[in-house]
């Protein structure tokens, strides 16, 4: 005979119907009752304990980009969910699948302004896909399948469902349900000869790669249908893993800083086909590359959600089509005859230019140092970041070498990275995984270090540390030139920290310190940190705080 069962057990088996094996979060009292049923899975969903809400939601959404799958985060209610709420933003920014499941007071006193009470549909309303409260045990199994149904078709994105104390303690009987299935739409074989001719009239194409819901497979398909036409590809910010950058038909990033020689040759194409990429303002130039609403370019614009297509900029060609089904459609592409070899061979010998290493101010070049960690990490590692100007060194002389070897938020969001390397740790625990942070930026998540810790993750993170926030000082310099005011930071000792964590630890201050002291860190036998101390002048690979205010003085 069968009994009913809690909110909060219904809420688990929907869970493992699901096929979720792993969640993060911090412990709330307003849902204990989750908690407690989660042992009843006999370690089949484990619970991973973050230190704060922030980071638990940001290794959800790195779990959701590694995977594919919705990224699931418990917080409890108020405080919990408020800290959480950067990393609800940073999903539904970067289109990661992911469900963050709430507390919440009773329904008894509701709208009261209970403890910790806030009204989750109007605070999450406009970063995330869809916003509920389930109020009935009978009801959960419903909500959750709609939840992952929606986090992961069209535009992926996050979903928030919030839950009440008396709900998960109320009583239903379970009812049949399979998991969840992606849903999206196939482009027709009309569109294909549509792209075969535009592509043969063309002389100067270029393929941008960019946005979320790509699979292995997928990028594969692309890969072969840019080497049987020679194309020249392009990926957006913070998405260089979509394509091998060592491919010759790689030409490098379209991000803030970008290869000027690769902004000109946006301009210059004949023929856009923009798969995936939203083509935001950061990916041209602040919207500068593409006119507005009609390119100058012919563009053929692929993206998941037909509600972002036209959003912007009217192509000659949008096309509604989940991303996997697009590429595999590319395999049956009619042939074309290539009219742009030259082309191809002198934007990827731009990119190798844009790569060498760059003269620099102080004692530590990171360009000589992300030069040596280019040639020395074996293809398969994943290496993460959160934000701020020390990244532009990793996203321009870094070769990410294939999907999935890079996690960075393209919201732009500062302390992503270290939580970002546990989430990928866990979830491959034998492939190398390398964290970059600068001083400001670590700060802001440097406590998930004991998380790292604690379930013993041998990772390398790497502490830039040039006693600022680089990205705000650079354009307050560009501004205010020599009017310092709230950008200079008073820096713990990071080695110290790492200490207190057992990690293996060291500074280095010389750029022909960095080779030994990175490889005493990968052959440690636990997680390890460098702080690299950086000249406070470098503030970019293309420029000093001097020379910004020698510019300023000139205007």
């Known amino acids: 005979m069968e009994y009913g069962r809690s909110g909060a057990r219904l809420l688990v088996d929907a869970l493992q119907l699901h096929g979720v094996d792993r969640v993060f979060g911090v412990p709330g009292e307003s849902y204990l009752s989750v908690l407690d049923a989660m042992l009843d899975t006999d370690g089949a969903i484990e619970f991973i304990v973050c230190r704060q809400e922030g980071g638990a939601a940001y290794m959800a959404d790195a779990y959701g980009k590694m995977t594919g799958r919705p990224g699931i985060c418990f917080v409890t209610r108020g405080p919990g969910a408020c800290n959480a709420s950067i990393g609800l933003h940073t999903a539904f920014q970067d289109s990661t699948p992911m469900i963050m499941f709430i507390g919440q007071v009773g329904t008894d006193v509701l709208e009261r302004e209970g403890f910790q009470e806030i009204d989750y549909r109007r605070m999450f309303g406009p970063v995330s896909k869809w916003v509920a409260q389930i109020d009935r045990a009978d009801r959960v199994a ?20 919030v839950l009440p104390e008396d709900m998960q303690q109320a009583s239903s009987m379970p009812v049949i349900a399979r998991p969840y299935t992606r849903v999206s739409a196939h482009p027709g074989p009309a569109v294909m000869q549509d792209i075969a001719s535009r592509l043969a009239a063309s002389k100067k194409p270029l393929l941008i790669l960019g946005g979320s819901g790509w699979t292995k497979e997928a990028c594969q398909s692309v890969a072969g249908f840019a080497a049987r036409l020679n194309l020249p590809v392009a990926c957006s910010f913070r ?38 990429s939203r083509l935001g303002e950061l990916q041209t130039a602040g919207y500068s590359l593409l006119d507005i609403p009609m390119p100058r370019q012919k563009l053929i614009h692929v ?61 530590l070049n990171l360009s000589e140092v992300m030069a040596y960690l280019r040639d020395r990490l074996p293809a398969e590692s994943i290496v993460t970041n959160g934000a701020g100007n020390y990244a532009i060194w990793v996203h321009r002389f870094y070769r990410y070498t294939g999907m999935r070897t890079q996690l960075a938020p393209t919201s732009g969001a500062m302390g992503y990275g270290v939580p970002a390397a546990v989430a990928a740790k866990l979830l491959e625990p034998d492939r190398p995984v390398l964290c970059f942070a600068g001083d400001g930026c670590f700060m802001m998540n440097g406590q998930e270090l004991a998380t790292a810790a604690r379930y013993q993750l041998k990772i390398i993170f790497i502490v830039i540390n040039n006693g600022m926030y680089g990205t705000i000082r650079m354009h307050q310099e560009r501004e205010y030139p020599g009017r310092v005011s709230g950008t200079m930071l008073c820096n713990p000792s990071f080695t110290k920290l790492a200490d207190a964590y057992d990690m ?31 000249d406070p002048d470098a503030i970019s690979p293309r420029t000093t705080i001097s020379a910004l205010r020698a510019q300023a003085k000139k205007r």
Not at 312 to 325: H, M, R, S, T
Not at 505 to 530: C, G, Q
């Open 504 to 534: 293996h630890a060291e500074r280095v201050d010389r750029t022909v310190d960095f080779a030994p002291a990175f490889e005493r860190a990968w052959a440690a036998e636990k997680a390890a940190l460098i702080e690299l101390t950086l």
């Open 142 to 161: 419903e909500f959750v399948s709609r939840a992952f149904h929606t986090a992961v078709s069209g535009r992926p994105g996050p979903v928030v469902l």
């Open 239 to 276: 998405r260089q893993d979509l394509f091998d950058n060592r491919d010759r038909h790689y030409v490098g990033d379209l991000s803030p800083g970008m290869n000027p020689s690769l902004a000109q040759r946006v301009k210059d194409a004949d023929l856009l086909i923009s798969i995936g």
């Open 303 to 363: 993206l998941p959600g037909a509600e972002e297509l036209g959003r912007v900029y009217q192509g000659d060609l949008l096309i509604n089509a989940g991303l996997p089904e697009f590429a595999a459609a590319l395999q049956a592409l009619p042939p074309v005859e290539v009219a742009w070899h030259d082309w191809t061979a002198d934007a990827r010998r731009d990119y190798e230019a844009w790569q060498e290493t760059q003269p620099q101010v102080g004692t």
